[in-house]
């Protein structure tokens, strides 16, 4: 049995020894030879692919049926009493009802191949002192790789070098802010994978700064290699329809043996030839037999699946159209799936007041408003010039907006946004006040500055973390006075720091903008550029959050009136994740993963009714979420982007993956495929799914009243026939001819 040695805490080494442990040089890094043997040794850098299923496979699981096994017994009964007729249209219905589920389910997959992004991801690494690009799948514990912004990481790592970086890391962690990077070891102890600032992992996006990441682990043994081993431990459960054409299939296999074996009986009884006997028993057993059923099941869900996937809704399976229409609990993902995924500021205080910013996301709709709650007996005060706030704001950045899309930045993004929306477009003012000198943004000091030429002045611009702002400020734009700056008194600090802790109380992540002018003779850009900041003018302050889906809103009241429960799951704080329940009308209490932790799923199953929110969760925890549900016997539906969300997909009832953001294992693990990633698109998917659902129980009904009518008409005819000998040779006309043309 082979031992596994345990995996060092990386964080918790510092640059030199996590080298010293992987054998290599962090200036020159590995020799090709040396990376060539790894790669040997440890295999590729990529995920285990799971052998796909081959199309006859698939084809024979269409008869992995109860129900269908019984139209084949049915069948092969009509054959060997030389209905040959029956026999055949019944297994023509089977194989129908198997060719339309197999290309159903074959065309979905096609569809999602097609949505995958096919080019090869590459990596720029330090070999044998020299920049080289190489194959990601080519990456080896050791290699140095170099990462910029916009690059997604290849591998888990150890960051050696990091310059003003930030990590998305939405996919793994569910936190939906970018995370900041530094190179110094943390303090030894438990530290939760988004605590771990001194790292990067597989698949998450680098959206600010530089890297030089010291890969630690490769494929399998990466943070996403792990989450995605535990779906072999997932299994899938039937959906409601599936159980229910089971049991329905086992039912009427019993009923016609009873039948059947009651007119043997009496046939035998009365003295009925025995060829004769067993010809209608038979007879009747295929009649007892609703062939026409899962063809008609087969072809409505089809027809709902068509339906969904016009609806950019792409299902996998059909049992999986059906379960969506039983589905009772949604458990949703919060980032990009009930909000925009989009950074948009929503509050400014400026100027001794707060203002309201409409609009969603990065376009350019929306306006700046004074803020709800003034006295109704007020006379509407007029707004004030927010150029002083635009203009810092469009140009302190390293990011831009080009139709309607962020290139950069996701913070950055938000107050462009914030500044179209109050006229101000960013390559115009840029052209009249051009960047001359910048201090980058640095987790050290928590702000950026910006340098621009205007005239005889050179106005520096600076924005970054309130508190640290005010600390360098000296004054600020107040309302009272013509030119608007005045001294940061005692009171006027206390009202910055009012309205901070008020945005920070909505779960908004607050910014402040500073400036300060400087004659240009006395600017020097090659000098310290640091001196400068300080003495600042405080201007305002700007409340960023990522909002809720406008239609999300609409979505969940509609969920409610339908007696769906929605639960948002999200790996964000729970400040902030109770703050947008609230905005979305979730109504509930909020549990942690650390309290999650301390209770086992018989437990929480006692309490999940009540609980709206779970925050701060791990992958684990989120299957823990869906077997408290299921024990409470409900139907659950999952969302989910990122692999630390495919467990949970995989053990729920159906598994939602979004398309746009999703992760290859995310979208391998569902069951159904979003193409908009829009919580709304779920909604309606469920409604499609309750009126299939509707749709196949009115057939059943329909299929079994005829069947069983005209089963007990035969044997009501029997037992009165034992009843009335003189009769005799009428019933037994009647059997015959019921022998020599089955329903």
Avoid at 23 to 45: I, K
Avoid at 210 to 238: C, D, F, K, N, Y
Avoid at 533 to 546: H, K, P, Q, Y
Avoid at 676 to 697: P, S
């Amino acid at each position: 049995m082979t031992h596994e040695t345990p995996t060092p805490a990386w964080h918790s080494l510092d640059v030199a020894q996590c080298a010293a442990r992987l054998q290599t040089h962090p200036a020159h890094g590995l020799s090709r030879a040396e990376a060539a043997q790894r790669l040997v040794r440890h295999g590729p850098n990529k995920l285990a692919e799971k052998k796909p299923r081959s199309a006859w496979l698939k084809f024979l699981d269409q008869f992995r049926n109860v129900l269908v096994l019984v139209l084949i017994g049915a069948a092969a009964l009509a054959g060997a009493i030389g209905d040959v007729k029956d026999a055949v249209v019944i297994l023509i219905v089977v194989a129908f009802n198997a060719a339309l589920g197999f290309y159903q389910e074959h065309r979905a997959e096609a569809t999602l191949a097609a949505l995958e992004k096919m080019l090869a991801q590459h990596a720029r690494v330090r070999r044998d002192g020299k920049v080289m690009q190489i194959a990601a799948e080519q990456l080896v514990a050791g290699d140095i790789v170099l990462l910029e912004a916009g690059d997604r990481v290849p591998a888990d790592g150890r960051v050696l070098v990091a310059h003003n970086a930030e990590v998305a890391e939405a996919a793994l962690t569910g936190e939906s802010h970018a995370v900041g990077k530094h190179a110094a070891a943390l303090a030894p102890g438990e530290h939760a994978l988004a605590e771990r600032v001194n790292m990067a992992y597989m698949n998450t996006v680098i959206t600010r700064g530089r890297l030089e990441l010291l890969v630690a682990a490769t494929g399998m043994h990466t943070e996403m290699g792990r989450i995605s081993s535990l779906l072999e431990s997932a299994q899938e459960s039937p959906t409601p329809l599936q159980l229910q054409l089971d049991a329905l299939g086992k039912r009427l296999a019993l009923i016609a043996a009873a039948v059947v074996s009651v007119i043997f009986a009496l046939g035998i009884a009365r003295g009925d030839p025995l060829v004769q006997t067993v010809l209608t028993s038979i007879a009747l057993a295929v009649a007892a037999i609703p062939e026409g059923l899962p063809a008609v099941v087969t072809v409505t869900l089809a027809i709902g699946m068509h339906r969904m996937a016009k609806n950019r809704a792409i299902v996998k399976k059909l049992s999986a159209v059906e379960a969506l229409g039983s589905t009772t609990v949604i458990c949703s993902d919060k980032t990009g799936t009930l909000t925009l995924n989009q950074m948009t500021a929503r509050s400014v205080f400026y100027r001794g007041r707060r203002f309201a910013v409409s609009g969603e996301g990065y376009g350019g709709e929306g306006v700046i408003s004074e803020a709800s709650g003034a006295s109704p007996d007020a006379l509407p005060a007029a707004l004030p010039d927010f150029l002083p706030l635009l203009i810092p704001a469009a140009l302190c950045s390293e990011s831009r907006i080009h139709d309607g899309q962020l290139i950069g930045d996701p913070t950055e993004g938000a107050l462009l946004a914030l500044a179209s929306r109050g006229g101000v477009d960013q390559e115009a003012a840029a052209e009249h006040r051009p960047r001359i000198a910048e201090i980058p943004f640095d987790s050290a000091h928590k702000f950026m500055a910006t340098f621009h030429h205007d005239g005889e002045w050179v106005r520096m611009f600076v924005k970054g973390a309130p508190d640290v702002l005010l600390a360098r400020a000296s004054r600020f734009l107040g309302a009272e006075s013509a030119l608007g700056e005045m001294p940061l008194d005692a009171s006027a600090r206390a009202a910055f720091v009012a309205e901070n802790a008020a945005f920070a109380g909505l779960a908004m992540r607050v910014l402040a903008v500073a400036g300060r002018d400087i004659a240009a003779k006395q600017f020097d850009p090659t000098a310290d550029l640091m001196s400068w900041a300080s003495e600042l003018v405080l201007i305002g302050l700007v409340g960023i959050i990522d909002p809720p889906r406008p239609e999300a809103r609409d979505a969940i009241r509609l969920c409610k009136k339908a007696g769906i429960q929605v639960k948002m799951i999200t790996g964000d704080h729970s400040i902030t994740a109770a703050a947008i329940a609230r905005e979305l009308d979730l109504q509930g209490a909020v549990l942690t993963g650390a309290e999650l932790d301390r209770i086992d799923v018989a437990e929480l199953s006692r309490h999940i009714e009540e609980t709206a929110v779970f925050a701060r969760v791990a992958p684990e925890h989120k299957v823990k979420i869906v077997q408290a549900l299921k024990a409470r016997g409900h139907v659950v539906a999952m969302t989910g982007d990122g692999v630390n969300d495919a467990p949970a997909l995989k053990n729920a009832d159906i598994g939602v993956a979004m398309g746009v953001t999703g992760t290859e294992v995310t979208k391998e693990a569902a069951t159904m495929v979003l193409t908009d990633d829009n919580f709304a698109t779920i909604v309606d998917a469920v409604k499609e799914g309750r009126t299939i659902y509707d749709n196949i129980v009115k057939f059943v009904r329909f299929q079994l009243s005829t069947n069983v009518g005209a089963v007990f008409t035969v044997l009501g005819a029997q037992l009165l026939g034992c009843r009335c000998l003189s009769r005799r040779s009428i019933f037994c006309g009647s059997t015959s001819s019921w022998t020599d043309h089955p329903p």
